[in-house]
């Protein structure tokens, strides 16, 4: 069973330019989320999707955006990035109405804006 | 607007010792309550969970406990071991989404 990977591990940007994440979801799972997590905080929600569909979105502009494609595989793109923009972006998937909603996260792809 | 809280932001307790986490929510109508554990360059492994109908679940070492009046949750671990030492993250479960805490760095010391 392979799990959740993701590309690339680290990059650098520079304010406005715009980033395209990838991830592939564990064998076997449906539903792609992904999350921000800033220094010294938790993982914040960007969006969730199902059937190459978003399905549900946390508080983040639409400058970010995703997709999911056939083979539950996804990408996180966002654009005119600022500088708050920095920092480790983590993908999840996971089994649509498998109860307790438990994800399985990948390693993380460190974004650093300048 | 924080739906979860761990205000402790550090831990450290002595290998062998019961190692006690915190967490305290805001909402009443969470569904599933969740533990996280994560590595330095991993991401989040899942741990234990609990519903929102009990309010105890073991697993080996770890136990979480549930006081749904208190909208608080903790997770024992006992005996601690130096590989568990890591940020402990406490998660409760949204529409289709999960809110994480802030996170509680354990370190279990030899």
């Known amino acids: 069973e392979t799990g959740v990977t993701q590309s690339p591990t680290h990059l650098i940007k520079t304010r406005g330019q715009q980033v395209t994440l990838r991830c592939s979801s564990q064998?076997?799972?449906?539903?792609v989320s992904w999350y921000q997590q800033a220094l010294g905080q938790g993982p914040q929600f960007i969006f969730q999707?199902?059937?190459?569909?978003?399905?549900g979105r946390g508080n983040f502009p639409p400058r970010f955006s995703g997709l999911q494609f056939p083979n539950y595989s996804s990408e996180l793109n966002v654009n005119a990035l600022e500088l708050d923009d920095s920092a480790l972006y983590l993908c999840?998937?996971?089994?649509?109405?498998?109860?307790?909603?438990?994800?399985?996260f990948g390693a993380g792809s460190r974004l650093t804006v300048l | 607007d924080q739906q979860v809280k761990q205000n402790s932001p550090s831990l450290s307790v002595q290998e062998g010792r019961i190692s006690i986490l915190n967490c305290d929510y805001t909402?009443?109508?969470?569904?599933?309550f969740l533990w996280y554990k994560k590595y330095p360059a991993e991401g989040p492994t899942f741990l234990i969970s609990?519903?929102?109908?009990?309010d105890k679940n073991e697993d080996g070492r770890f136990t979480v406990f549930l006081n749904k009046s208190a909208k608080h949750l903790s997770l024992h671990i006992v005996p601690s071991q130096p590989g568990d030492s890591a940020v402990y993250f406490c998660?409760?479960?949204?529409?289709?989404?999960?809110?994480f805490g802030t996170g509680t760095r354990l370190t279990v010391i030899p």
């Open positions: 909402n009443s109508m969470f569904d599933y």
């Open positions: 999707y199902y059937r190459e569909e978003e399905n």
């Open positions: 998660a409760v479960t949204g529409a289709n989404n999960l809110f």
């Open positions: 609990i519903s929102s109908i009990k």
């Open positions: 064998s076997g799972h449906n539903t």
């Open positions: 999840a998937s996971s089994l649509m109405h498998s109860g307790a909603n438990v994800l399985t």
